[in-house]
């Protein structure tokens, strides 16, 4: 995971994570712990309080490492609330 950040319905930002490789930028991360579960599925326990029903879009970039031809993959994707609504039930 590179970057992880919520945007809220009265249009502010919150960057859980943003990673910087390599650059003398300092890297944010707004979250206590962080762990890759047993289906491969992620959880984090963040460092404020989130009122979910505030939170309008959740965007996160990464990258993985393609097992057969060991390149890295970008990838990036934004949820939306009606596909929150999906993964919560």
Do not use: C, R
Not at 24 to 38: D, R
């Amino acid at each position: 995971m590179d970057t992880l950040e919520l945007q809220f319905t009265d249009g502010s930002k919150h960057a859980v994570a943003n990673w910087h490789h390599g650059s003398e930028e300092q890297s944010t991360f707004n979250y206590y712990v962080g762990a890759i579960l047993s289906d491969n599925s992620h959880a984090s326990v963040f460092t404020s309080l989130i009122d979910p029903n505030t939170v309008e879009s959740i965007s996160l970039t990464g990258s993985n490492s393609d097992e057969e031809t060991g390149k890295n993959q970008e990838h990036a994707m934004e949820l939306l609330p009606e596909q929150m609504e999906l993964l919560s039930e």
